[in-house]
């Protein structure tokens, strides 16, 4: 009996994770972040109400949901706090009290995007196009271990050594390589005093609660951020997010143990996107990548930068199914496809020496010179829109969808048409008994 569900990005991110984790929502007790922070933002549409959420868990539409944040997440206070306001003014219930921080999860402050800045302006031309939200510094202190963490805000005295030590470091950078204005230590210290009690209200062992439900037998979905390929291992490396956005983050950012999982959803469009640089071999630079955004609205949910948009990439797709050891597929806008005259599939890499690969390489300068091989298909005339049994489907739809899965690997689980929850054509059920 399936009862701890991940639902990931098995792309570039923007995949349609917000939708199908609200959705499956109504049949999980506790939603899960691991990973991330707020560089996140995740659409949930009800009716004619559009929630973006970008550090709360995306059940917390659901009245009932415990919403949980790991360790593995870099959380933001007054970016969460911002966000608990914007639910709270949509007429969200009980918000705040459903939502339980892991003690671990790092801080992220102001020093960071800062620093986020300074370092994409210095990169120039090869900048990464991060989401400027301090995302990676704060993993690089994380990692260097001179981060300050949610449970250190119960020590204050502690707390202060760290953040002294932290601000030298960082404001030596921001002054002498960055050139940038340096971050005042009191203004940090006397900011974290102010938000202490309210994010410390919200402390639980994020471990030992998954933990208990898993006793108890309760439903647990665990919702990636980002995409398979902004992985910061197996990602396009360096055009890439810091943390671990496969279905391992799940496990090591939430506290979770490796066996409790029972079923990985990847989560994929029909076509692919991506926000910033970095390799995208299946990448349309002409009309018919514009018609894609603009049918698509294909515009960052967090930052508004317009996507990049592309055909269907299959070899990416084989690697996001054996390295997230994928159940079952949600395939995304369908009907965004719609009308058009052809569809192409990439099914396999050509490399510079013009040899086939049938897996994406690790690293961007591998990409370096790498052409997509495309078998194509008919499209349709007809509106998806909407559309909720296969059988309404076109037949020259069911069938670019079932050879999506044969060149993929996996077979296709949700199949979505639309942003809204009905607008949904269910052909297996991660939750079901
Ligand atoms: P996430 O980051 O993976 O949660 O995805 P985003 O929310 O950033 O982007 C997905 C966008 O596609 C959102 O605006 C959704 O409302 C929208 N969306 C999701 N599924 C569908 C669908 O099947 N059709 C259409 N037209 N839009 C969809
Ligand atoms: P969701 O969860 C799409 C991209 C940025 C940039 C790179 C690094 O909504 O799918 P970062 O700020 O993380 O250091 O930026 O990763 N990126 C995303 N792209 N969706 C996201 O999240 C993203 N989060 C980060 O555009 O290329
Ligand atoms: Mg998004």
């Not at 593995?72 to 969460?80: C, D, F, R, Y």
């Amino acid at each position: 009996m399936p009862n701890n569900v991940i639902v990931l990005g098995t792309q570039w991110g923007d995949e349609g994770k917000g939708k199908i984790a609200d959705l499956l929502t109504s049949k999980a007790n506790i939603v899960v972040r691991s990973q991330g922070g707020n560089n996140a933002g995740h659409t949930l549409v009800v009716g004619s109400k559009k929630v973006v959420v970008r550090l709360v868990p995306s059940g917390i539409l659901h009245k009932d949901c415990l919403c949980l944040i790991g360790s593995g997440v870099v959380v933001n206070p007054s970016a969460l706090f911002e966000e608990i306001e914007e639910l709270n003014r949509a007429g969200v219930e009980n918000v705040e009290s459903r939502l339980k921080l892991s003690a671990g999860s790092s801080l992220l402050l102001p020093v960071h995007p800062a620093i986020d800045k300074g370092a994409e302006k210095l990169r120039g031309k090869s900048a990464i196009g991060t989401t400027g939200r301090g995302i990676g510094p704060c993993y690089e202190d994380k990692v260097a271990r001179r981060g300050v963490r949610v449970g250190d805000l119960y020590d204050m005295e502690f707390l202060k050594e760290r953040l002294k030590n932290l601000l030298e470091y960082r404001n030596f950078q921001l002054k002498n390589y960055y050139k940038e204005p340096e971050i005042s230590f009191d203004e940090v210290y006397s900011y974290l005093e102010n938000i202490r009690e309210r994010l410390l209200s919200m402390v639980a062992d994020i471990s030992l609660i998954l933990a208990n439900a898993k006793k108890e037998h309760q439903k647990v979905l665990f919702e990636g951020a980002q995409g398979t390929f902004l992985d910061i291992d197996y990602g396009t490396y360096p055009y890439v997010t810091s943390s671990n956005t496969v279905a391992g983050g799940c496990v090591t950012g939430s506290g979770a143990g490796p066996l409790d999982i029972d079923y990985v959803l990847g989560i994929a469009k029909v076509y692919t996107t991506r926000v910033g640089g970095g390799p995208y071999p299946t990448e349309l630079n002409d009309e018919i990548g514009e018609g894609i955004r603009k049918r698509g609205a294909e515009f960052g949910a967090v930052t508004g930068r317009p996507r990049r948009t592309g055909w269907y990439d299959a070899v990416a797709m084989r690697r996001a199914v054996t390295i997230n050891s994928i159940t079952g597929l949600a395939l995304m806008k369908m009907d965004v496809l719609d009308g058009m005259d052809e569809l192409k599939i990439c099914t396999a890499y050509k490399l510079k020496d013009g040899t086939l690969s049938e897996l994406p390489p690790l690293s961007a300068h591998e990409y370096e010179g790498v052409t997509p091989v495309y078998e194509s298909m008919p499209g349709w005339k007809e509106s998806t829109f909407g559309i909720t049994k296969w059988d309404d489907l076109p037949e020259n739809a069911q069938k670019y969808i079932r050879r999506l899965e044969e060149l993929s690997g996996a077979k296709v689980a949700i199949l979505s048409t639309g942003p809204e929850r009905e607008q949904t054509i269910y052909l297996d059920d991660p939750f079901a008994d």
